[in-house]
């Protein structure tokens, strides 16, 4: 009897279902920041969705893509939406630590060390070709990434809130670069991988650049145009934590997992050798923390299976560690995340 007892006060309360006022105020910030971000950044709706997933949830997003892309220009557009801080960061190989986290500065003046915090304590960070940084600086990277704060001297300073980092890697030019570490890649919520512009989207890219849309600091995707504010993506990032999600779909994500560490048992065998290791536990918070901001972004208070499937290549790709022969066989991440997929029944 007491242990019953016991066990039952110590399970957390559930959180209180989202308003429908809650929901309102939700919806109609996401169509502002949307319609800021379409206004200057043509097409690119995966990476639209990426980064807001990344914002609202805390996560950070790994892309790779040719150069000029408006990976820049997305990043740069979604800070100025949401009337946040934004720094960019170029890594090469002898960029060092504190160039990244800050550094103490002697003052002759006063005869001691001054702190001067580094471009990562802003809201969003764009760090430019990641992979040429080197194993020491992407160390501390992560400690910014994972643990929201740096180390100067001794001293430990948080970062601002939000905090987003979108990470850039060239797929066609690896002299020079150092690759990711998988603890590293693990920490990433979302990769996605950017195509060309379709003939109709370029040509209306060229159209905005003739008509100066780029070229007005106050113009379309600022704060003045869309009136939402830090405070506003902090709101969406306590609604997203009570968006209902069934246990059916927690089991249906946990099985996904499941079959990466056990591809042998469910899909054919071709596809199941290219699989080195499966996904960590940190692809199934991923797929539950994803899973309930794009339901906020689309408008619902509950999650759906689509919102899991929609998701897929980006929490996976770079959660599955194939071996040599898929490199070999030119075989995709993404051809296995689909064999996983239709393996498990959809709930």
């Known amino acids: 009897m007491t242990d019953t007892t016991t066990s039952a006060r110590s399970e957390p309360a559930a959180p209180a279902p989202i308003t429908a006022d809650e929901l309102s105020r939700s919806r109609e910030i996401v169509g502002r920041v949307t319609k800021a971000f379409e206004a200057k950044v043509v097409g690119q709706v995966g990476l639209r969705d990426s980064l807001l997933v990344a914002l609202i949830t805390g996560g950070h997003v790994l892309l ?9 220009t997305a990043a740069q557009t979604l800070a100025q939406a949401v009337d946040a801080s934004f720094r960019r960061i170029q890594c090469t190989p002898d960029l060092l630590p504190s160039d990244i986290t800050g550094t103490q500065i002697y003052d002759a003046q006063s005869s001691t060390f001054v702190t001067q915090l580094g471009p990562v304590h802003s809201n969003f960070v764009l760090l430019d070709e990641i992979n040429r940084s080197s194993a020491k600086t992407q160390s ?3 400690e910014a990434m994972q643990e929201r704060q740096t ?19 060239n797929p066609i030019e690896q002299e020079g670069t150092y690759q990711l570490p998988e603890a590293q890649l693990d920490r990433f919520l979302l990769k996605e991988i950017l ?7 370029e040509a209306e890219i060229i159209r ?32 997203v934590k009570r968006v209902y999600i069934d246990a059916s779909i927690v089991n249906y994500i946990v099985q996904l997992i499941y079959v990466t560490r056990h591809p042998q048992q469910y899909i054919p065998g071709t596809l199941a050798d290219y699989i080195q290791f499966g996904a960590s536990p940190r ?39 194939l071996g040599y022969e898929a490199a070999a066989d030119e075989v995709k ?13 959809t709930p």
């Open 64 to 72: 790779e893509s040719v150069p000029g892309l408006a990976k820049t």
């Open 140 to 142: 501390a990277m992560l």
């Open 151 to 169: 180390s100067i001297g001794g001293t430990v300073y948080k970062l601002p809130q939000p905090f987003l980092v979108l990470a850039t890697q």
């Open 195 to 201: 195509d060309y512009p379709s003939p109709a989207e």
């Open 208 to 239: 905005r650049i003739e008509s100066g849309v780029y070229d007005d600091a106050t113009g379309a995707g600022s704060d003045a145009t869309t009136g939402v504010h830090l405070d506003d993506i902090r709101l969406l990032q306590s609604l």
């Open 283 to 321: 692809a199934s918070i991923a797929f539950t923390q994803a899973a309930r901001a794009l339901a906020l972004l689309n408008g619902r208070d509950y999650v759906i299976p689509d919102d899991v499937k929609h998701l897929r290549h980006g929490v996976l790709r770079h959660r599955l560690i």
């Open 333 to 345: 991440p993404e051809t296995i995340i689909d064999a996983v997929f239709g393996a498990v029944q």
